[in-house]
């Protein structure tokens, strides 16, 4: 079975414009989180999704949104790009209700490089 | 909120030896989730292992087995055998056992194995 797929791999931006990366979840996983992963640092939690509807968001501005497909995958957004918002953007995917689950770990995908220029 | 640490930034083990890389966290939380995460060059994050809260036995998988103390919010990871492929960033992760699926990562310790 294919794992977590996320498109694109590499990504160059300038400040201010916009950028959606893609997230396909493992089959037949129904929910999908997404993580930012600045150089050096751990992940950082930005959003969870199931069945559609957004099931956290973590301490994140305005300009990151997202949203989840009748197939389950997903697509994050971020609007008007600073030179922070360059990291590794994760996403995971899990078999997963709204509620938290040990017997439901998250998968994760190679994560998608965001330059902003 | 929770939160967690891993003191060591850095950490090199010669091949065949055992290694242990440390964290702690907080929480004012009793039921919750821990896990050590691999993450290779391919930046793919790998499940190594996981601990549940409320389980008083140390988790086991293969070469890879935890020491977790509920009461000093310590939940260390033992590498034995280590091997050239056991090179990587591992992170530490904390999960709450009620609310989403967030999980809250320390800082990362970079395990160099040593030939």
């Known amino acids: 079975d294919a794992g977590v797929t996320q498109s694109p791999t590499h990504l160059i931006k300038t400040r201010g414009q916009h950028v959606t990366l893609r997230c396909s979840p493992i089959?037949?996983?129904?929910?999908v989180s997404w993580y930012q992963q600045v150089l050096g640092q751990g992940p950082q939690f930005i959003f969870q999704?199931?069945?559609?509807?957004?099931?956290g968001r973590g301490n994140f501005p305005d300009r990151f949104s997202a949203r989840q497909f009748p197939n389950y995958s997903s697509e994050l957004n971020v609007n008007a790009l600073l030179l922070g918002d360059s990291a590794l953007y994760l996403c995971?995917?899990?078999?997963?209700?709204?509620?938290?689950?040990?017997?439901?770990?998250?998968?994760f995908g190679n994560g998608t490089r965001l330059t902003v220029t | 909120a929770q939160t967690v640490t891993q003191s060591q930034p850095e950490m090199s083990v010669q091949e065949a030896e055992t290694v242990t890389l440390s964290c702690t966290y907080d929480?004012?939380?009793?039921?919750?989730?821990l896990f050590w995460y691999k993450q290779p060059p391919s930046r793919q994050m790998i499940l190594v292992i996981r601990?549940?809260?409320?389980?008083?036995q140390n988790a086991t998988e293969n070469r890879f087995s935890v020491n977790f103390q509920k009461a000093a919010k310590s939940f260390s990871l033992k590498i034995s055998d280590s091997q050239l492929g056991d090179a990587a960033m591992y992170f530490c992760?904390?999960?709450?056992?009620?609310?989403?699926?967030?999980?809250?990562f320390g800082t990362g310790t970079r395990l160099t194995i040593i030939p």
């Open positions: 995971a995917s899990s078999l997963r209700s709204h509620r938290s689950s040990y017997n439901s770990p998250l998968h």
């Open positions: 089959s037949g996983h129904k929910s």
């Open positions: 999704y199931y069945e559609k509807e957004e099931r």
């Open positions: 929480t004012s939380e009793s039921d919750y989730y």
């Open positions: 601990q549940e809260a409320y389980k008083q």
């Open positions: 992760a904390y999960r709450s056992a009620k609310g989403n699926e967030k999980l809250t």
